[in-house]
């Protein structure tokens, strides 16, 4: 399937979120991959991975890039080499990236009850505005989760801990956008945040 959804989030930042259809042959024919990218691709186990991976390129096509474009740094963070910041997600059918002049964070998550098992890992400040008996809950769970997910990918920094270091300001599901910080060496940093949802799937993604 071409572009499933394209996101204007402001004039220097755009959202493509990509649902996963073709084959993996499919994918594969028309992309012109780098060595290294293309012995990365023939090396996962699941072609679900594998198909992931592919339909990111897809994406960085649907900006105007190419796989030679990209490149990861020694903490597996995505850059381009035009200088424009990126962050790429995929999660079963769905891929993600977002790229723009400033650092961002994405990250789309199936939503399945099993958040719920392991949301004392991740949620800390978040249960004080939390319902566990309410009919979202594994909705704002898989938000929170999201959020947090694309914080670590925006910042990077090895040791930070989402329970710990960052945090989601209240919100509704209708909303589709919220506030968080990260509280991290002394330091806090403020992010705007947004969501959405589709075919049971979350995208979120953060912008300073």
């Excluded at 900006?63 to 850059?79: A, C, I, R, V």
């Excluded at 929170?144 to 919100?171: C, D, N, Q, R």
């Excluded at 909303?175 to 049971?200: C, H, M, P």
Aim: aromatic content about 14%.
């Amino acid at each position: 399937m071409p572009l499933y959804k394209s996101i204007s989030v402001n004039s220097q930042t755009t959202v493509k979120i990509w649902k996963i259809e073709e084959s993996y042959s499919d994918l594969l024919q028309p992309l012109d991959l780098k060595p290294q990218s293309l012995e990365r691709v023939l090396g996962m186990k699941s072609e679900l991975h594998q198909r992931g991976f592919l339909s990111v390129r897809h994406l960085l096509r649907e900006f105007g890039y190419t796989d030679q474009d990209l490149f990861y740094d020694e903490n597996g963070k995505p850059h381009l080499k035009d200088g424009k910041h990126i962050s790429i997600t995929h999660s079963f059918t769905f891929s993600g990236v977002i790229v723009s002049d400033k650092e961002v964070g994405i990250d789309i998550e199936m939503q399945r009850d099993k958040i719920a098992i392991i949301a004392h890992k991740f949620v800390d400040y978040e249960f004080n505005y939390l319902d566990k008996s309410a009919e979202d809950y594994i909705n704002k769970l898989t938000v929170i989760w999201g959020i947090k997910e694309s914080l670590y990918k925006l910042f990077a920094t090895p040791g930070m801990l989402f329970k710990e270091h960052f945090l989601v300001i209240p919100f509704t599901v209708e909303e589709g956008s919220t506030v968080a910080w990260i509280d991290y060496q002394g330091k806090k940093y403020r992010y705007n945040t947004a969501f959405l949802e589709f075919e049971g799937f979350t995208c979120a993604y953060v912008v300073p």
